[in-house]
């Protein structure tokens, strides 16, 4: 059903499971995932980013998500995603007309650099939605929230306040599916009372954007709202901020976790100075025979 937002959207939900992805420390899979956005963030090759893509495909596949349920959002979103593609395949190669053309007619033009550019956009925009859907479909938001506070907490003496920006991550994680839900809320009000919300097509994105328009005053009044309440109910119970806390929960690591980090930068600092030039070599020598 159109409406139905919630079944796209996957940042924020948590599935349970027993696997080795699961079992990891949330420090672990933090350190581990920023790892790899640094790697995939510097990258400008194209077959260097596929190898990201997948490794990430499978760690997804190591903690038994399907595919199709991570990629969900970019599979609902590919025409527009298409059409942006397009039209930066036009304006590079406008940009840039010193590439290879492979196509032109008239006042169209497309260079070979400009695909590679998109292609390497396309590769690079699965790859960041899966990583970064990961640690939160494989670990509860309470854990992720400690992990972030101790990764944070050698930083307090420089007076970074570890435990403020831990909470600040974790309640904009469980807003995420709260926001999606009280949207659907709205769009289905509005839909009863004879709106076109869900079923216009994404041909038509002009009536889309209007349709849309009513939507963003009441979604973000709700917002302030929940912002307010859960505000006073913090004060209600004497919240001081993270001095003196104690938690129920404690994070330990073990051999594995470390394992799995050394493993991962490992991985990361192979593909970056040994693996890169490699492919980088073998995609020229492709290019020289075509």
Not at 269 to 283: A, K, N, R
């Amino acid at each position: 059903m159109a409406l139905e937002l919630s079944r796209n959207i996957v940042i924020g939900q948590y599935i349970p499971g027993d696997t080795l992805v699961h079992r990891l420390d949330p420090r672990t899979k933090i350190l581990c995932t920023c790892f790899l956005l640094a790697g995939m963030t510097f990258t400008r090759s194209l077959a260097v980013s596929l190898v990201y893509l997948a490794v990430v495909a499978a760690l997804v596949l190591l903690a038994r998500i399907p595919l199709d349920f991570v990629l969900r959002p970019f599979i609902r979103g590919l025409p527009y995603i298409a059409f942006f593609l397009v039209l930066s395949i036009f304006w590079q190669s406008w940009v840039q007309p010193d590439g290879v053309v492979i196509f032109e007619w008239g006042w169209i033009r497309i260079t070979g650099d400009a695909v590679l550019l998109a292609l390497l956009s396309l590769s690079r925009l699965m790859s960041l939605l899966m990583l970064i859907s990961l640690p939160t479909l494989t670990t509860k938001i309470t854990q992720l929230t400690y992990g972030v506070e101790l990764l944070l907490k050698p930083f307090a003496r420089l007076g970074v306040p570890a435990h403020e920006i831990a909470l600040i991550a974790t309640i904009a994680l469980r807003f995420v599916p709260i926001l999606v839900e009280e949207l659907e809320r709205i769009m289905r009000a509005q839909a009863s009372r004879g709106g076109e919300i869900g079923a216009l097509s994404w041909r038509r994105p002009v009536e889309i954007a209007a349709a849309i328009t009513p939507l963003v005053v009441p979604l973000f009044v709700n917002a302030f709202r929940r912002a307010e309440d859960m505000a006073v109910a913090m004060e209600a119970r004497c919240y001081m901020g993270g001095g003196g806390r104690t938690r129920f929960l404690q994070l330990h690591a073990r051999p594995v976790d470390y394992a799995a980090t050394l493993l991962m930068f490992a991985l990361v600092i192979g593909i970056w100075f040994y693996t890169e030039p490699v492919l980088q070599q073998i995609v020229s020598a492709i290019q020289a025979v075509i």
